[in-house]
């Protein structure tokens, strides 16, 4: 009497060289993280909507980048997962308000092995200057001249 059995297997790359055979499992590369705006020490108002916008990458591919987090040294995390995911060529972007202050903003990328790769920089944000107002102390009113 046979029976059946199933056995798990996992295929791997292998080459050839004469009669030396080398078996290889492709290493986990850590993702890349660049930064492409704003430049590093931009200046903004206080009512100012900033831009951030940033790429990842990895060697793995894109479906190996498992967490993706753009944060702020004065107010922490900027917009949710769902908002920062990259589209298909890695670029990832969130706009805010940010408060007053000097944020380090850093994009960091996380692959599902736990590498991880970051990319910073300082922007200010000032308070908003007011409008100018002018006022007229000569002539008073109804002078004559």
Known sequence: MFSRSIFPCVLLIASCEGTEVSISKTPNMAPGVVINSPADGS???????????????DANGLDDIQVIQWNSSVQG??????????DASGMTRVSDVLQTGTHVVTLTATDVA???????????????????TALIVRPENFDQF
């Open 43 to 57: 200046q903004f108002l206080a009512t100012e909507l900033v831009d951030l916008v940033g790429v990842v990458s």
């Open 77 to 86: 995390e900027l917009g949710t997962q769902e908002m920062v995911q990259p």
């Open 114 to 132: 736990g590498e991880s790769s970051q990319a910073s920089i300082s922007i200010t944000v000032g308070a908003d200057e007011p409008e100018p």
